[in-house]
């Protein structure tokens, strides 16, 4: 079954730290570059972070560069984004995604709530 599934959501307080998990397929491993995207209410799905497949290259918009890293463990099909220096702007669904395969598709998982207060 080809399926991502996001946790390590939750509320902090402004400059605080997250790190969201994603457990995705073998099969999504295998095929897919991924990434982390967001999408606050009112707005586009931003893109955040890629990581190419085999974990050599990453890419961060501008919007989080420094303040979050993008990761993965091979071994247990994991891809992870820790967060921290949190803003109240951080706010949003965010979202594991994973580009790739034959045909060419990409994948979503369901989404996990981040919530930055002061």
């Known amino acids: 079954q080809v399926q991502l599934v996001e946790s390590g959501g939750g509320s902090v307080q402004t400059g605080g730290s997250l790190k969201l998990s994603c457990a995705a397929s073998?099969?999504?491993?295998?095929?897919?570059?991924m990434g982390w995207y967001r999408q606050a209410p009112g707005k586009e799905r931003e893109l955040l972070s890629t990581?190419?497949?085999?974990?050599?290259?990453?890419y961060y918009a501008d919007s989080v560069k420094g303040r979050f890293t993008i990761s993965q463990d091979n071994a247990k099909n994991m891809l992870y984004l820790q967060m921290s220096s949190l803003k109240i702007e951080d706010t949003a669904v965010y979202y594991c995604?994973?580009?790739?395969?034959?045909?060419?598709?990409?994948?979503w998982g369901q989404g996990t709530q981040v919530t930055v207060s002061s």
């Open positions: 990581i190419s497949r085999g974990g050599t290259t990453t």
């Open positions: 995604a994973a580009s790739g395969g034959y045909p060419y598709k990409t994948y």
């Open positions: 073998a099969y999504i491993f295998s095929c897919c570059g």
